[in-house]
Nanobody, 116 residues
């Protein structure tokens, strides 16, 4: 079955960096576009970044454009989210996700807290 396991979250000061990883299994990773979403307390889950199956095309929410970079290593079945210039408003649980056969799959999430 599809499994997505995120890691790399933590507490970081404003202006700092983190790299999130998502290890995927249970499907043909190299054939699937992947995305990162986030959910802050009291807010709806929102799309942060997406990447095509080959990694050739990426897209970002306006709020993170220029600061975050999504990438993937198909040989390792891993998708990354490099986050630079972190702001307190980036505080959220970050989720790795894919949509396959009409169903969306989510990981358990990893907490990112940006605070001094």
């Amino acid at each position: 079955q599809v499994q997505l396991v995120e890691s790399g979250g933590g507490l970081v000061q404003p202006g700092g960096s983190l790299r999130l990883s998502c290890a995927a299994s249970g499907f043909t990773f190299s054939s699937q576009p992947m995305s990162w979403y986030r959910q802050a307390p009291g807010k709806e889950r929102e799309l942060v970044a997406a990447i095509t199956s080959t990694g050739g095309v990426t897209s970002y929410a306006d709020s993170v454009k220029g600061r975050f970079t999504i990438s993937r290593e198909n040989a390792k079945n891993v998708v990354y989210l490099q986050m630079n210039g972190l702001k307190p408003e980036d505080t959220a649980v970050y989720y790795c996700t894919l949509s396959r056969a009409g169903q969306r799959y989510w990981g358990q999430g990893t907490q990112v807290t940006v605070s001094s």
